[in-house]
């Protein structure tokens, strides 16, 4: 059974810190994970989806690592910004499943400017 | 549309009534999903389709839940009796494949079940 947590629940940094979202993840077995972003009152945004054969994957001033072996992975974000201020979830699949998704609770991340 | 739209965007029900929510997913996307969230956790898995079958609803809570995608394009979730436990919102999602591509979520549906 996949299970994903993520660590902080909550952060809050000032306006220009480099920070980093962990999410760690039961099941090694798992063909991608995804990160995404949820402002309040929305659906969620794709940000970040690294397939189980690459090791990082950049998008501007976001990149997203993925150790499958220790069951790891980490969302950097680079020079953060009070617009970068939301919910960071990240999901990975169930065990073999190619579709279905198991979701982390979510770091809330609060920019102050 | 560009993305996925969802509609009502908020719905309010008393304890008993029917409810339908609608997804109307990216055009040309395969893979249509449902998701639930509760307040301050993570979307859960209810159902997954790929065109029109459905191929996955083992996240359905009970059998007052049930969804549909008759032509592989729009999708309803109905709820039939619904309970206060049932409040929540509601999220749709496409993916233009079921393997390897990202998953794209509309804005989601409240239901208040009072």
């Known amino acids: 059974k996949q299970e994903v947590t993520q660590i902080p629940a909550a952060l809050s940094v000032p306006e220009g810190e480099n920070l980093v979202l962990n999410c760690s993840f039961t099941?090694?077995?798992?063909?991608?994970l995804q990160w995404f972003r949820q402002d309040p009152g929305k659906g969620l945004t794709s940000l970040l989806l690294i397939q189980s054969s690459q090791r990082e994957q950049t998008s501007g001033r976001l990149n997203a690592s993925l150790d499958k072996s220790s069951g790891r992975s980490t969302l950097y974000i680079a020079a953060s910004q009070p617009g970068d201020s939301a919910t960071y979830l990240c999901a990975a699949p169930i065990p073999s499943g190619t579709y279905k998704y198991i979701f982390g609770t979510g770091t809330r991340l609060k920019v102050l400017a | 549309g560009a993305g996925v739209s969802q509609s009502p965007r908020y719905k309010v029900a008393k304890r008993g009534q029917d409810v339908a929510l609608r997804c109307d997913p990216i055009s040309g996307h395969v893979s249509l999903f449902w998701y639930q969230q509760a307040l301050g956790q993570g979307p859960e898995f209810l159902t997954y389709?790929?065109?029109?079958?459905?191929?996955?609803k083992s996240g359905l809570p009970s059998d007052r839940f049930f969804a549909e995608r008759p032509e592989g394009s729009v999708s309803t979730l109905k709820i039939q009796r619904t309970q206060q436990e049932d409040s929540a919102v509601y999220l749709c999602?496409?993916?233009?494949?079921?393997?390897?591509?990202?998953?794209?979520f509309g804005n989601g549906t409240r239901l208040t079940v009072t």
């Open positions: 099941d090694s077995a798992i063909y991608n």
């Open positions: 999602a496409s993916s233009l494949t079921g393997v390897g591509s990202p998953l794209h």
């Open positions: 389709f790929q065109n029109e079958a459905q191929l996955d």
